[in-house]
């Protein structure tokens, strides 16, 4: 097909999910068939996580804590999320209840089979299944265990797509955690990685 053939008949917009799952590349740096694509979505969500507090302007540091429970199953907690407007509901976007600004934990749900995100704040508690994007089942509230604020996202990638012999890394030092948003004077955070396989654990700061 030449340029003059080229018209906006030939442009397809594709849904978040579908667009993730057709160049996974663009969101985590590698693509369906390169082995490294597990732990690269579970650096990404990570890093996303531990930089939120200064794209919300939030005043501390967050506190990340990630379980990885098998080659494919992970989940992650942080202390911090602007996922909340001014009447204490969930400001909701394409990402459902995590909120417009987690992209990362977003498109992790996208390569998944299962997911499910948990956020509260001050006793106010919503969940919802990340079966879709933008996520399609309705937002449940819940009475959290846990004071303050947080959110907590629980994943099974999905092995039909990343392929059967997927998993996330045991060298959990190499889980890239820091990018470019970490301000130059001092950490964002810090994270701890529990690995259950092996029982091992990692703390980055």
Do not use: K
């Amino acid at each position: 097909m030449g340029r003059s053939d080229y018209s906006a008949a030939h442009i397809r917009v594709l849904e978040a999910g579908e667009a993730v799952r057709s160049r996974p590349a663009m969101y985590f740096g590698a693509s369906r068939d390169d082995p490294n694509l597990a732990s690269r979505v579970v650096g990404a969500v990570l890093s996303d996580l531990l930089h939120s507090h200064a794209q919300d302007d939030l005043p501390t540091p967050a506190r990340v804590r990630a379980e990885i429970s098998s080659a494919v199953a992970f989940s992650v907690s942080s202390d911090q999320t602007a996922a909340f407007d001014d009447d204490q509901l969930p400001r909701r976007g394409c990402f459902g209840v995590i909120g417009p600004n987690l992209w990362a934990p977003a498109a992790a749900a996208a390569l998944s089979s299962h997911a499910v995100a948990e956020i509260w704040y001050d006793g106010r508690g919503f969940r919802q299944l990340l079966t879709q994007l933008p996520p399609d089942p309705p937002i449940e509230p819940f009475t959290p265990e846990r004071h303050g604020r947080g959110v907590h996202i629980t994943y099974e990638l999905d092995t039909a797509f990343l392929g059967a012999d997927a998993s996330i890394t045991t060298a959990l030092d190499t889980l890239i955690c820091h990018d470019n948003r970490c301000p130059p004077d001092c950490s964002p955070g810090e994270v701890t990685i529990l690995d259950r396989r092996t029982g091992t654990q990692q703390h980055i700061h």
